[in-house]
């Protein structure tokens, strides 16, 4: 998807690619030489027991893990909910007497 006309938050992204583009071919005499190189110093530390290299590897072949993350949504009518219920929400106090501020993430609508 590309960004509303007048964004300017891609064309730094742009201009470090094409910095690192240039000095991998001035480095290594093209941009593929270069990159071959330092994925074969990258194996290299691998083979050699760095433990982020192994992991760079990883993610980088099979992917990184997919995270996950946990929400609960609770939809109730406000119509149906009390006066002391609907003071609480709007103090932003839980249904466990803790503060929303306080870690709990629940969304109540």
Known sequence: ????VGNKFGANRKEW?????????????TVA?????I???LVDEAY????EARREIWDRV???AAQTVDTSLTIRDE???SDAELAAIAAGVSGDG????????SLTH
């Open 62 to 64: 099979d992917g990184k």
């Open 39 to 41: 994925a074969s110093d």
């Open 79 to 81: 119509r149906a909910m």
């Open 1 to 4: 998807m590309a960004a509303p």
């Open 98 to 105: 803790t503060s929303e501020a306080a870690g709990d993430s």
């Open 17 to 29: 690619q094409s910095a690192i583009k240039r000095a991998l071919a001035r480095k290594a005499g």
């Open 48 to 51: 050699a027991g760095d433990k």
């Open 33 to 37: 030489a270069g990159l071959d190189k």
